[in-house]
C-alpha cells in the first residue's frame, strides 16, 4: 500500500470508527496492493493488510503483491470472514458501490453477527483521486499514445471511409505503438450520427460536409487516456460551424477555470453557462467530465450534482458537446490534471478548429 493510500484509509476507518476495510473492487485491489489479476479480496488495517486469492493467483500475487500477508482460499467469503473472526473486529467497512446485495448477504450469514457490516460510499470514492508522480507519468505515456496513433490514422479520415475502419485502424496502431487494449469502445461518429454522444463507429461513410467526432483512448499499465477531437471533412454547414465554436469556447473557459479549490458543480457551470447563453444549453446533456485513472470513469464527476473540490493531483476530463437530432454534433475532450496553481493537459492533439480536404 503506498504511503498516500495508507493514510487515506486510516482516516476512513477513524472517521467511521471500524477496525478494517474490505476490498473486493479489483481497481481498488490493484491499487492499494498491486494485484492485476481477475478475482481476490483485500483487506486493510492500519498495522497489517491482507490479500486474498485462490490457488490460481499464488504465483503471480507472490510477484505483483505488496501486502504483509498473502491468504490463498476456497471460498472467498469464508476467508475473509474467518480472517475478521480471528483479529476480533467489531466494525468493518465494505465498499458499498461494488458489493452485490446478495453478497452482502452472505458475508452477513456467514460472519453470525460476530461483527457490524457498515457499507462505506462517499467517504471511499476518493481513495483513487489524488495520483502520485508515477502514476501521472502512466496516465501521460497513454495520452501521448493517443496522439502518436491519431496522427498515424489522420489521413483516413475523409469522404468515403467507414466509421468503422477509423475506429479499427486507431486502436490497431494504439496497440502497436504499446497501448494494453482500446480504453472502451471507439466513437466515431460522423455527420447525423455526431448528434449521439455515444454513437460508436458503425459502418457509415464519411461523406464531404461532414463533422468527424472521435472520442478514444488506450491504457498503460492500467492507466487510461480519454481524449475527443471533432473535425471538419470539406465545407461544413455555417450554423454547425458555429457550434463548434462554442464548444470549444465552453472547453477552453472550463479549461482556464480548473485549479485546486475550485467545486466542481462551478467548473461545470463555466462551460454549462456559456453554451446555455449561446442558446444551445437544452443540447448539452451530459456532465462536463469524470476522473480518468485506473477506471475509465471514476471519482470525481464533473458535474452540476458534485459539491467536492478539486485538489492538486486529480486527474479530470473536460468534455463539452452541443449534440442537435438530426443534424450532428461536437464534443472536444482534453484530460487534464490539476497542479497547485491550475491544470496542465495530459492529451496533446491541438482542439482548434480544422477541416481535412
Ligand atoms: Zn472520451
Ligand atoms: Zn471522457
New binding site residues.
Given amino acids: 500500500m503506498t504511503v498516500s493510500g495508507s493514510l487515506f484509509c486510516t482516516k476512513v476507518l477513524t472517521t467511521l470508527s471500524l477496525d478494517a476495510l474490505v476490498f473486493i473492487d479489483l481497481k481498488n485491489i490493484r491499487y492499494c496492493c498491486g494485484f492485476t489479476g481477475t478475482d481476490g479480496a483485500y483487506i486493510f488495517t492500519p498495522q497489517v493488510d491482507y490479500f486474498l486469492s485462490d490457488s490460481r493467483y499464488l504465483e503471480q500475487s507472490r510477484q505483483e503483491v505488496s501486502a504483509s500477508s498473502h491468504i490463498c482460499y476456497q471460498n472467498k467469503f469464508d476467508e475473509i470472514v474467518k480472517t475478521l473472526s480471528d483479529l476480533g473486529f467489531k466494525r468493518v467497512g465494505f465498499e458499498a458501490d461494488t458489493l452485490s446485495v446478495s453478497q452482502l448477504q452472505e458475508l452477513t450469514k456467514r460472519s453470525k453477527k460476530q461483527f457490524e457490516w457498515v457499507a462505506v460510499t462517499d467517504d471511499i470514492r476518493p481513495l483513487r483521486s489524488l495520483k502520485t508522480s508515477t502514476e501521472l507519468d502512466l496516465l501521460q505515456q497513454a495520452a501521448d499514445l493517443n496522439a502518436a496513433a491519431y496522427y498515424e490514422i489522420e489521413h483516413l479520415i475523409k469522404p468515403g471511409v467507414s466509421e468503422k475502419k477509423i475506429a479499427f485502424e486507431l486502436e490497431y496502431a494504439l496497440r502497436r505503438l504499446g497501448g494494453e487494449d482500446r480504453a472502451f469502445d471507439f466513437i466515431v461518429a460522423s455527420g447525423p450520427r455526431g448528434a449521439m454522444p455515444h454513437g460508436v463507429a458503425s459502418q457509415r461513410l464519411i461523406e464531404s460536409g461532414d463533422f468527424v467526432t472521435i472520442?478514444f483512448?488506450t491504457r498503460v499499465e492500467g492507466y487510461h487516456s480519454?481524449?475527443?477531437i471533432t473535425l471538419g471533412v470539406g465545407e461544413v454547414d455555417h450554423d454547425l460551424r458555429q457550434v463548434f465554436d462554442i464548444v470549444l469556447k465552453a472547453h477552453d473557459l472550463a479549461m482556464a477555470a480548473a485549479a485546486p479549490g475550485v467545486i466542481l458543480a462551478d467548473l461545470d457551470a463555466v462551460a454549462r453557462d456559456h453554451i446555455k447563453s449561446a442558446g444551445y444549453g437544452d443540447y448539452f446533456g451530459h456532465g462536463l467530465?469524470?476522473g480518468?485513472g485506473l477506471d475509465?470513469?471514476e471519482y470525481p464527476a464533473v458535474s452540476g450534482r458534485c459539491f467536492d473540490q478539486l485538489q492538486e493531483g486529480m486527474v479530470i476530463?473536460i468534455?463539452p458537446g452541443i449534440y442537435l437530432p438530426d443534424r450532428g454534433g461536437v464534443r472536444i475532450?482534453d484530460?487534464i490534471v490539476i497542479t497547485d496553481c491550475g491544470n496542465r493537459a495530459l492529451t496533446k492533439i491541438p482542439k482548434k478548429y480544422r477541416a481535412l480536404a
Fill in positions: 472520442d483512448g480519454d481524449e475527443t467530465g469524470h480518468v475509465i470513469h476530463t468534455e475532450e484530460t
